[in-house]
């Protein structure tokens, strides 16, 4: 993933990167990312809870980068990558 963005930057274009809720360098409960059927109860809730802060997220880059550094939102993309399962 570092290497896309080195790419992507080389080729004139910014790139944001960050690691989703509790995963990569962010990662607090190892048990919060596993099925229910592995012990976790919780699952449904562990989850929405990611993605919904991975989309709030998401939604202060894409409202800043044009604000505060004169990006040109026409030429914004939004490209993620899954890692895990």
Known sequence: LDAFARRVTEAGM???RWDAPNHGARLIDESANSHWLQGN?????????QMTSTLREIQ?????????LAVDF????????SQGG
């Open 14 to 16: 910014m790139a944001v």
């Open 41 to 49: 109860l919780a699952n449904a809730t562990d989850m929405y809870a």
């Open 60 to 68: 202060v880059v894409l409202d800043f980068l044009p604000a505060k």
């Open 74 to 81: 026409a030429k914004v993309a939004v490209v993620g990558f």
